[in-house]
């Protein structure tokens, strides 16, 4: 077996980015991102932002950087950091570009991004909802469902055939 291939692998919010996936992996309490070039079918290992502390975190893409959200509580808020890793593969290029909230007893969880780095986000009564970071504008964009049932995932259009 790889020794880069932890014991345990996220099995949502993956990303997709210079022809590698990549996955939030997990040691016995050492986590970091595992990536797998698709071209030459190789494992790397990277670490994660340097955070101090977080409740959970995401893989996404914004902007063409690979990037991190994590959140936690602050006292009985929730708060939302996004991290990017500026230059692929170089592990001292994380830079937290922006804190989300805090929010008070609004928001349960993040569930996606788009591509102008908008947060969607899930609220406490299942709803979706979008935060958009350079305004902080949050929109309730009213498609209700229950909870841990959305994910939103990102795409680029190809006209190159995956079969």
């Given at each position: 077996?790889?020794?880069?291939?932890?014991s345990?692998?996220?099995?949502?919010?993956?990303?997709?980015?210079?022809?590698?996936?990549?996955?939030?992996?997990?040691?016995?309490?050492?986590?970091?991102?595992?990536?797998?070039?698709?071209?030459?079918?190789v494992?790397?290992?990277?670490?994660?932002?340097?955070?101090?502390?977080?409740?959970?975190?995401?893989?996404?893409?914004?902007?063409?950087?690979?990037?991190?959200?994590?959140?936690?509580?602050?006292?009985r808020?929730?708060?939302?950091?996004?991290?990017?890793?500026?230059?692929?593969?170089?592990?001292?290029?994380?830079?937290?570009?922006?804190?989300?909230?805090?929010?008070?007893?609004?928001?349960?969880?993040?569930?996606?991004?788009?591509?102008?780095?908008?947060?969607?986000?899930?609220?406490?009564?299942?709803?979706?909802?979008?935060?958009?970071?350079?305004?902080?504008?949050?929109?309730?964009?009213?498609?209700?469902?229950?909870?841990?049932s959305?994910?939103?995932?990102?795409?680029?259009?190809?006209?190159v055939?995956?079969?």
């Amino acid at each position: 077996m790889d020794p880069v291939l932890p014991s345990r692998i996220a099995e949502t919010f993956n990303a997709h980015l210079n022809g590698a996936c990549h996955w939030l992996g997990d040691d016995c309490g050492d986590y970091f991102i595992v990536s797998l070039d698709m071209a030459d079918e190789v494992f790397q290992k990277l670490k994660m932002p340097p955070v101090l502390w977080s409740e959970f975190a995401q893989l996404a893409v914004l902007n063409d950087y690979l990037a991190v959200l994590t959140y936690y509580y602050k006292e009985r808020e929730r708060c939302f950091d996004m991290w990017v890793m500026r230059e692929y593969g170089i592990e001292e290029s994380w830079t937290k570009i922006f804190t989300v909230g805090p929010f008070t007893g609004v928001v349960e969880r993040p569930v996606g991004y788009g591509k102008n780095g908008e947060v969607f986000l899930q609220n406490k009564n299942g709803q979706l909802i979008r935060y958009d970071p350079w305004t902080n504008e949050i929109k309730n964009i009213g498609i209700p469902h229950p909870k841990h049932s959305f994910q939103v995932i990102s795409y680029k259009e190809s006209l190159v055939s995956i079969c």
